[in-house]
């Protein structure tokens, strides 16, 4: 069964850094596009960031370029977020997801409705 367990979220100052970590089960994550999503409170879920299969392509929301990175560990069948300077605005419900139908060499979408299999979610709250 494909599942996703997010963890990392916690409360953080503005300007400091927080690794968000996805682990995958049920499935070799290296074959799949994986996606990074936000929400805050009264918002949308908006796309963060998501990697392509094979560590493919990335794409990053304009808010969060040069401050995020996503990168896959294989040999832990893991995705992580990496947030440095971070800033109230980032506080959010962060999520990673994928989809079997986003096939190999897709690039990665950062639309969330493109997205089936879901994890539970971890918060991240910046403030001072």
């Known amino acids: 069964q494909l599942q996703l367990v997010e963890s990392g979220g916690r409360l953080v100052q503005p300007g400091g850094s927080l690794r968000l970590s996805c682990a995958a089960s049920?499935?070799?994550?290296?074959?799949?596009?994986i996606g990074w999503f936000r929400q805050a409170p009264g918002k949308e879920r908006e796309g963060v960031a998501c990697i392509g299969s094979a560590g493919g392509n990335t794409d990053y929301a304009d808010s969060v370029k040069d401050r995020f990175t996503i990168s896959k560990d294989n040999g832990k069948n893991t995705v992580y977020l990496q947030m440095n300077n971070l800033k109230p605005e980032d506080t959010a419900d962060y999520y990673c997801?994928?989809?079997?139908?986003?096939?190999?060499?897709?690039?990665?979408?950062?639309?969330?409705?493109?997205?089936?299999?879901w994890g539970q979610g971890t918060q991240v709250t910046v403030s001072s």
């Open positions: 997801a994928t989809d079997p139908s986003l096939g190999w060499g897709t690039p990665c979408p950062l639309r969330w409705n493109e997205y089936e299999y």
């Open positions: 049920g499935f070799t994550l290296d074959y799949y596009v």
